[in-house]
C-alpha cells in the first residue's frame, strides 16, 4: 500500500508521451485467445492491470513473452476455461475474457465481479447478450458459467451501450455461425481499436466504433499482430492536471479527435489549447474559470474524467456543477477532496463545486485509479504536502505515473510499505 508525497505549488511544464491504452490492451491481449496460435501485443501500458491479464492468460496455458511494451502471446492451446477469483478480485475488466473463452472452447467460468468503489457494476447485459446467441449461462457458486457447443448470430440490443459488454458480444460473435447485429453498441475508440485487431485475424466486422456494429461470424482466426491505440484518458489526466497547476504541457502521442468535448471544456476553462507536430499543447494562465460538465458514453465526456475535473475545478474562480451519468456511486472519493478544503457538495448524480482560493494539504487515500489520480493533481494544488495512501490503484492504470510527474515539474516521493516477512 505504497503513499505518495505530493508537494503542492508546482506548475507542470514540458512534455509528456502517453502509453498505449489500458482499456484497449486488456481486451486485445484477451482476443489473442480466440486464435490458435502466436499474436503479438504492441504498445501495452506498463501497468499493473496489464501484468494480471497476462497473468490471467498464462493461467488458460497461453504462453506469454514480454519484451518490453510488447507481448508474445501464443494461444495455441487453452487448457483452463475458469477465471479464478483472486484474479477478477484484482481487475473488474477480467470479465472479458468471457466471450472469447466460449467462443473458442464452448464453455467458460469467470468470478462475478461482485461490487467496487464506484457502485454496483452488474454483467447482465453481457449474460442477455449470450444467451440471445444461444449460449446457456448460469451462476454457481460466485462464477458466471456459460456454455455454448457453437454460438448463434443475433439481432442483439443493448439496454444501455456497455463498454465491455460490446466488447465481449463483439468477439463472442466473431466466431459465432451467423450474423450478429449489435445495437445501440458503445462507440468508444477502444472498440473499433479490439475490431481492427480482430479484423486482421480474420474477423468480418462491420461499424464497429458506431452504434451499429455487424459481425459476420467466421470458422476460425488466425494469429494477428496489432500495436494498441494511445490511451486518451491518460492524455487527458495531463491536458486537466496542466489546467489545474495553471501550467504549459504538451501531450504527445495523443489523439485529439478522442478528447474533442474534454478539450473543448478545458477551452471553457481558460485553457489554450493548440496542435502541433509534437503533440497536444495545453496552457493555463490565471485562475481556471468555473464550467460545468456531464459524464455521458463516449463521444460525452468520459466517466473516468469526472474526478480529475473535479480536482481542477476545486480550485475554480466560481460555481461548477458535475452531473455523473454513467457510475451511480461515483462520487465518494470527494470525501478525500473535502479533507483538502475543496467545497464540494453532492447531491445524487450531481455535485455543485465551489471554487476555493487553495486546498490545503491532508493525508488522502487513492479509491480508484482515476480518483487517485485527481488526489495527486489537488495535491499539486494544495498548499504543503498531500499524503496519497493506496497508491496501487494509480498503479493499475498509469505507466511511470510520477516518473512522469517529476519530468514535468512536480516535487513527488513515493513510499514503498514493506512487507514483513514471519
Ligand atoms: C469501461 C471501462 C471503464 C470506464 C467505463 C465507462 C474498461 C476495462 N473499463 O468499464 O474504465 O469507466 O467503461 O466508460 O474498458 N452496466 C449494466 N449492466 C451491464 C454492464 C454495465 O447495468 O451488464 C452499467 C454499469 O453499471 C454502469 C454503466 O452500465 O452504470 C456503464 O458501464 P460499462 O460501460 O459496462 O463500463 P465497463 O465496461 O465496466
Given at each position: 500500500m505504497d503513499r505518495l508525497f505530493v508537494t503542492g505549488g508546482a506548475r507542470l511544464d514540458g512534455i509528456v508521451r502517453v502509453a498505449g491504452a489500458k482499456n484497449s490492451a486488456l481486451k486485445l491481449m484477451a482476443a489473442s485467445l480466440m486464435a490458435p496460435g502466436r499474436s503479438t501485443v504492441r504498445n501495452v501500458p506498463r501497468i499493473s492491470d496489464c501484468a494480471v491479464m497476462a497473468e490471467m492468460l498464462e493461467h488458460f496455458g497461453v504462453e506469454v513473452i514480454q519484451e518490453g511494451d510488447t507481448f508474445a502471446l501464443d494461444a495455441s492451446d487453452v487448457v483452463d476455461v475458469e477465471a479464478p477469483h483472486e484474479l477478477v478480485r484484482a481487475m473488474r475488466a477480467s470479465i472479458v475474457v468471457l466471450g472469447p473463452l466460449l467462443a473458442r472452447c464452448g464453455r467458460a467460468r469467470v468470478s462475478l465481479p461482485g461490487g467496487d468503489e464506484i457502485g454496483a457494476r452488474p454483467v447482465d447485459l453481457h449474460v442477455r447478450g449470450l444467451e440471445r446467441m444461444g449460449a446457456t449461462v448460469g451462476a454457481e457458486h460466485g462464477f458466471l458459467v456459460a456454455e455454448a457447443a457453437r454460438l448463434r448470430g443475433a439481432p442483439i440490443t443493448l439496454d444501455y451501450p456497455s463498454v465491455t459488454a460490446t466488447e465481449n458480444l463483439l468477439m463472442a460473435a466473431v466466431l459465432a455461425k451467423g450474423t450478429t447485429v449489435i445495437d445501440n453498441a458503445a462507440r468508444e475508440p477502444e472498440i473499433a481499436d479490439l475490431a481492427m485487431f480482430l479484423t486482421s485475424m480474420g474477423a468480418r466486422i462491420a461499424g464497429a466504433g458506431s452504434s451499429t456494429i455487424e459481425i459476420d461470424g467466421v470458422d476460425a482466426l488466425e494469429p494477428a499482430d496489432h500495436t494498441t491505440l494511445p490511451d486518451r484518458i491518460e492524455a487527458g489526466t495531463w491536458a486537466a492536471a496542466a489546467v489545474a497547476t495553471r501550467g504549459d504541457v504538451t501531450v504527445s502521442n495523443a489523439v485529439p479527435e478522442h478528447l474533442e468535448l474534454l478539450l473543448?471544456?478545458?477551452?471553457?476553462?481558460?485553457?489554450?489549447?493548440?496542435?502541433?507536430?509534437?503533440?497536444?499543447?495545453?496552457?493555463?494562465?490565471?485562475?481556471?474559470?468555473?464550467?460545468?460538465?456531464?459524464?455521458?458514453?463516449?463521444?460525452?465526456?468520459?466517466?473516468?474524467?469526472?474526478?480529475?475535473?473535479?480536482?481542477?475545478?476545486?480550485?475554480?474562480?466560481?460555481?461548477?456543477?458535475?452531473?455523473?451519468?454513467?457510475?451511480?456511486?461515483?462520487?465518494l472519493y470527494v470525501g478525500e477532496l473535502l479533507r483538502m478544503g475543496a467545497d464540494i457538495r453532492t447531491e445524487g448524480h450531481h455535485a455543485v463545486i465551489r471554487g476555493v482560493e487553495r486546498l490545503s494539504a491532508a493525508p488522502v487515500r487513492a479509491l480508484d485509479i482515476r480518483a487517485g489520480a485527481a488526489m495527486v493533481i489537488a495535491g499539486l494544488c494544495a498548499e504543503g504536502v498531500t499524503e496519497v495512501a493506496d497508491m496501487q490503484h494509480v498503479d493499475r492504470g498509469y505507466e511511470d505515473f510520477e516518473a512522469k510527474l517529476e519530468r514535468l515539474g512536480a516535487e513527488v516521493r513515493r513510499e514503498r510499505e514493506l512487507v514483513t516477512l514471519p
Amino acid at each position: 500500500m505504497d503513499r505518495l508525497f505530493v508537494t503542492g505549488g508546482a506548475r507542470l511544464d514540458g512534455i509528456v508521451r502517453v502509453a498505449g491504452a489500458k482499456n484497449s490492451a486488456l481486451k486485445l491481449m484477451a482476443a489473442s485467445l480466440m486464435a490458435p496460435g502466436r499474436s503479438t501485443v504492441r504498445n501495452v501500458p506498463r501497468i499493473s492491470d496489464c501484468a494480471v491479464m497476462a497473468e490471467m492468460l498464462e493461467h488458460f496455458g497461453v504462453e506469454v513473452i514480454q519484451e518490453g511494451d510488447t507481448f508474445a502471446l501464443d494461444a495455441s492451446d487453452v487448457v483452463d476455461v475458469e477465471a479464478p477469483h483472486e484474479l477478477v478480485r484484482a481487475m473488474r475488466a477480467s470479465i472479458v475474457v468471457l466471450g472469447p473463452l466460449l467462443a473458442r472452447c464452448g464453455r467458460a467460468r469467470v468470478s462475478l465481479p461482485g461490487g467496487d468503489e464506484i457502485g454496483a457494476r452488474p454483467v447482465d447485459l453481457h449474460v442477455r447478450g449470450l444467451e440471445r446467441m444461444g449460449a446457456t449461462v448460469g451462476a454457481e457458486h460466485g462464477f458466471l458459467v456459460a456454455e455454448a457447443a457453437r454460438l448463434r448470430g443475433a439481432p442483439i440490443t443493448l439496454d444501455y451501450p456497455s463498454v465491455t459488454a460490446t466488447e465481449n458480444l463483439l468477439m463472442a460473435a466473431v466466431l459465432a455461425k451467423g450474423t450478429t447485429v449489435i445495437d445501440n453498441a458503445a462507440r468508444e475508440p477502444e472498440i473499433a481499436d479490439l475490431a481492427m485487431f480482430l479484423t486482421s485475424m480474420g474477423a468480418r466486422i462491420a461499424g464497429a466504433g458506431s452504434s451499429t456494429i455487424e459481425i459476420d461470424g467466421v470458422d476460425a482466426l488466425e494469429p494477428a499482430d496489432h500495436t494498441t491505440l494511445p490511451d486518451r484518458i491518460e492524455a487527458g489526466t495531463w491536458a486537466a492536471a496542466a489546467v489545474a497547476t495553471r501550467g504549459d504541457v504538451t501531450v504527445s502521442n495523443a489523439v485529439p479527435e478522442h478528447l474533442e468535448l474534454l478539450l473543448s471544456k478545458l477551452s471553457d476553462a481558460g485553457a489554450a489549447v493548440s496542435f502541433g507536430d509534437d503533440g497536444l499543447r495545453i496552457r493555463q494562465e490565471g485562475r481556471v474559470r468555473a464550467m460545468d460538465f456531464v459524464t455521458l458514453p463516449y463521444p460525452g465526456i468520459a466517466t473516468d474524467f469526472q474526478p480529475i475535473l473535479m480536482a481542477m475545478l476545486a480550485t475554480a474562480d466560481g460555481t461548477s456543477i458535475a452531473t455523473e451519468n454513467v457510475f451511480e456511486a461515483r462520487f465518494l472519493y470527494v470525501g478525500e477532496l473535502l479533507r483538502m478544503g475543496a467545497d464540494i457538495r453532492t447531491e445524487g448524480h450531481h455535485a455543485v463545486i465551489r471554487g476555493v482560493e487553495r486546498l490545503s494539504a491532508a493525508p488522502v487515500r487513492a479509491l480508484d485509479i482515476r480518483a487517485g489520480a485527481a488526489m495527486v493533481i489537488a495535491g499539486l494544488c494544495a498548499e504543503g504536502v498531500t499524503e496519497v495512501a493506496d497508491m496501487q490503484h494509480v498503479d493499475r492504470g498509469y505507466e511511470d505515473f510520477e516518473a512522469k510527474l517529476e519530468r514535468l515539474g512536480a516535487e513527488v516521493r513515493r513510499e514503498r510499505e514493506l512487507v514483513t516477512l514471519p
